[in-house]
């Protein structure tokens, strides 16, 4: 029997060694949380809020980084990708952390952010915002673009250095109309949702545990 791509590629994910840590960490605090909450030293509570805060303040950080402001997140290694024509909206210099405005675009902590209307086949057009350290493509004074994505979670895109000719040729085909049909960002299950869930629920069974012990 085969097992589903999706099914083997959620697996290999939460098997990693960063999700599984993620998930011990956030396990704990809420148990900390909780117990201490519940019936625990007063010790207890403070550990426990004190380590939910920082869990939840990076998990939140992590979940803004992946998927705030229809700014694309990169590829997964070794996840599915494929290519795809892009009309080229706009392109600004913009400071890394904060995406402001800048006026250098050589300064250290600029990248350029290429506003693109993604228009892959078989789904409709999207626009969302890449930002790369260089003129990838040379879309400073290009109108259209080759991006290479993530077709079961299209958030994740790339401007490529050397796309194939053949998907450069299709670029430079493009109809500009077929922006106008584009949908917002796409979306999914924000970056950090899965250690979260996962980490309420070992939580719960370690609080359960624990007063059928006691």
């Known amino acids: ?12 994910r939460f098997l990693a060694l960063d999700v599984l840590l993620g998930t011990a960490v956030v396990g ?3 148990a900390a949380l909780a117990e201490g909450v519940l019936d625990g030293p007063t010790w207890l509570l403070v550990v426990g809020l004190t380590t939910t805060a920082l869990a939840l303040l990076c998990l939140g950080a992590v979940a803004e980084r992946g998927q705030g402001g229809g700014v694309a997140s990169g590829l997964r290694s070794g996840g599915p990708r494929a290519y795809a024509p892009a009309v080229v909206h706009s392109v600004r210099a913009v400071q890394r952390e904060t995406g402001r405005l800048v006026l250098d675009a ?5 990248v350029f952010a290429f506003d693109l209307t993604v ?3 078989g789904r409709r057009p999207f626009r969302v915002e890449v930002r790369h350290p260089l003129d990838v493509q040379g879309l400073l004074h290009r109108g259209r673009a080759v991006v290479e994505y993530d077709p079961r979670q299209p958030w994740r895109v790339l401007v490529p250095n ?3 000719g053949e998907w450069v040729a299709r670029a430079a085909r493009l109809d500009a109309e077929s922006a106008h ?3 917002g960002p796409p979306t999914g299950v924000p970056p950090g949702a899965q250690v979260l869930v996962t980490g309420v629920v070992v939580a719960v069974g370690l609080v359960g545990v624990l007063h059928l012990a006691g």
């Open 1 to 12: 029997m085969t097992r589903h791509p999706a099914a083997r590629d959620f697996v290999r």
């Open 119 to 121: 228009v892959p086949e």
């Open 162 to 164: 050397h796309p194939p």
């Open 28 to 30: 704990l605090a809420f």
């Open 106 to 110: 050589q300064a250290a902590d600029s």
């Open 181 to 183: 049909t584009a949908e």
